[in-house]
């Protein structure tokens, strides 16, 4: 029987990763210039995170994202999945196969991007040389164009909508831990693992729609918006050096009435929301410092 699209897809893009990922695993150096790689990425991006981590489930998920979908350690659990893909492509649902393809072809291709900056650092820099912003820049736009980051953030966005349906399927996670067994038993314990971290970190986000797409609108309680309006620009500094999330968080919390902020519960959520939306207004300026920090405009 012909495999479906999906079916075909699944198949091409994890055999292209595992093909990849040998790239930096045939030698210790190799391994060594791209885990340093890594971690020098993930040290310039991950701070422009801090101020999302307050939001239900957000903390876990950015961990998730460090921890499961970076760097040399995905290796083990891409080349558990080529054991399995071909009874996936027999058993899972369409939704669930298309779902796991978008996100398979995207890893391959994140990961043929990072492998090309890389390279091209390499050839630029010495063995112990430190990556700097411009040299990271330089290289990124030397191998990636704008039209291929678009269509990342778009295929991102796709696959982050497919899993938040997938999850919501009845008895979903249940099935999931159901597969333990036969996981440890076909030896993919690892991949195992992974889809129950996953399925975890996802349920646990309180709206993912809201998360992948910046500029949402969404209708929130007006009274506890001006609750926390009045008492974050009550205590955000005029002017620069400004203060960073955590001095904020503490700040506003003697300002906000009880009766809508019984004990501070939820300050975090709706400081964040407030000051996201005082940004897209002009109203409060963000450094780029390390931590991140705000002040009024």
Sequence with gaps: MALSKPAQALRRYTAQSNELHQRYLDSDDAR?????????????????YDDLRDRPGYDAAINFVVADLTGPGIADRDRELARVVPAMTRLLPAAALSALAVAMELNARVLQI??????????KLAAAEPIS???????????????????????????????????????IG???????????????????????KGFRTVTAVDDVHTFLVPGQTTRVNAAKYAAMKSAYLSVLPDGPPGATQKQLMQ???????????????????????????????????????????????
């Design 133 to 171: 912003e411009r040299d990271y820049c330089l290289a990124s736009r030397t191998v990636c164009d704008i039209g291929e980051c678009r269509t990342l953030v778009a295929m991102t966005r796709s696959a982050g909508e497919s899993l938040e349906r997938i999850i919501k399927v009845p008895m």
């Design 114 to 123: 990072n492998l090309n900056i890389e390279r091209e650092l390499r050839g």
């Design 174 to 196: 249940s099935l999931l831990r159901s597969m333990r067994l036969p996981a440890r038993l076909a030896g993919v314990s690892d991949l195992q693992q992974f889809l129950e």
């Design 32 to 48: 060594a210039a791209y885990q340093r790689f890594v971690d020098t990425q993930l040290a310039y991006f991950l701070p422009q």
């Design 251 to 297: 700040a506003v919390l003697e300002h906000l009435p009880d009766a809508l902020f019984p004990a501070g519960k939820t300050s975090g959520w709706w400081l964040k929301t407030v000051q996201l939306d005082l940004e897209a207004k002009g109203v409060v300026q963000r450094q780029a410092t390390k931590p991140l920090s705000w002040h009024k405009r």
